[in-house]
């Protein structure tokens, strides 16, 4: 692509920096690596620097999350108007459902391709709460006339969320299906286990849709039959979540023996370097990055039987499955492979085969490569055709 012709815009709206960190990286490099000049639009709060260093264009945004507020709302959709109107995107690329929600109806009157993730679903989809309940039928469809339009997508990670949108009435050419956003598996290397006593290890957020109160159960119910295991929980709450656990009920955990809660960890590695087994009894996910990042490192997993887990958590060659809230067979499971030491080496190095095989950076990029020229058409050819012979 000559040096003069203009590069094309992407644009990336997440609701927090630091899930544009965390999960978005290999996306938006890939984007970046194709020629495509990348912006992101977010509430920023520590994240610019990082983002920034990538050579990407940052674009502070109000986001409000946790509650129904009208006007904070409209103060998102105007402000992303204005970063459509002063940068005219070729594409945009909205990262969960607030986001895509709020981010297609700015985009509304533009000839912007749209990608909407929707990782898991989120709060709305997975409560049985009456404020969920009554919210269900009306983001359904905003997402059915928002998804449907032009060549915009709804981009879901396992084939259960594919079925999910189908049966919501959002038809088979507006969903693409793209199994996570990639780990970088020559930094995660699979390690080795460590001494002392055996450690499962949960990297989420607080909440109660990830678990964290049955897997405490479990552990406790592990203690009190005289099982020796320690639980190291790695991750903050999220206020603005209505499943978050609260200050107080954190504080009774950390006073539990074998309990340790190390809060938000940067360096990931650090985690599955001191655990023997990874863990997530989470209600529903997209494709848990925790469980990818573990599985890098050469950890087997335990997780529940629900969409996205069981796509990184295959019965009886990575991990084990369990029934979602039933701390006795989250407690017997965790038995089993505290108990098995060559159980946990076999699932380790399967769960590292899986993801070097499927869930890599490098694949997933070339994924979302594909999916954004079908969207952008000869916008985009240009740039990926140099990127393909540079290859």
Not at 233 to 245: H, L
């Amino acid at each position: 692509m000559s040096s003069l012709m203009p590069k094309p815009r992407l644009l990336y709206v997440v609701s927090e920096d630091w899930y544009f960190i965390s999960h978005r990286l290999p996306m938006a490099r890939a984007a970046r690596d194709m020629g495509c000049e990348v912006h992101v639009a977010t509430r920023v709060v520590d994240g610019a620097s990082a983002i920034e260093a990538e050579g990407f264009k940052l674009h502070a945004i109000p986001f409000t999350r946790g509650r129904i507020a009208i006007l904070s709302a409209l103060r998102t959709v105007f402000a992303l108007r204005r970063i459509h109107r002063d940068i005219k995107p070729l594409l945009a690329h909205h990262v969960a459902l607030q986001s895509s929600v709020l981010g297609s109806l700015a985009a509304i009157g533009r000839r912007t391709a749209l990608v909407n993730a929707l990782t898991g679903f989120g709060f709305t989809f997975i409560s049985s709460s009456i404020k969920a309940r009554l919210l269900r039928p009306f983001v359904v469809f905003l997402l059915r006339f928002l998804s449907m339009r032009d060549k915009n997508v709804a981009l879901v990670q396992n084939p259960d969320d594919r079925e999910a949108l189908l049966s919501l009435g959002i038809t088979a050419n507006h969903i693409a299906l793209i199994p996570g956003s990639g780990v970088d598996v020559d930094q995660l290397r699979p390690l080795p286990e460590p001494a002392g006593i055996p450690t499962v290890a949960f990297v989420g957020r607080l909440l109660e849709d990830k678990g964290i109160r049955t897997l405490v159960a479990a552990i406790k119910l592990l203690h009190r039959g005289g099982f020796e295991v320690n639980l190291l929980v790695a991750g903050d709450r999220d206020p603005a979540n209505p499943s978050s656990v609260d200050a107080a009920e954190l504080a009774t955990w950390m006073r539990e023996p074998g309990i340790h809660w190390a809060g938000h960890v940067d360096e990931i590695a650090q985690v599955w370097a001191q655990a023997h087994i990874a863990i997530l009894p989470s209600r529903r996910e997209g494709l848990p990055k925790a469980l990818l990042e573990a599985a890098a490192c050469g950890r087997p997993m335990i997780a529940t039987d629900v969409p996205g887990c069981r796509e990184i958590v295959i019965a009886g060659e990575t991990g084990l499955l369990v029934p979602f809230e039933n701390e006795i067979a989250l407690a017997d499971a965790i038995r089993q492979l505290v108990d098995s030491p060559d159980l946990r080496k076999r699932y380790g190095a399967a769960a590292r085969r899986l993801v070097v095989e499927k869930f890599s950076a490098n694949a997933i990029g070339q994924l979302i490569v594909q999916l954004y020229r079908d969207l952008a058409g000869a916008n985009l050819q240009d740039p990926i055709d140099t990127l393909v012979k540079h290859r």
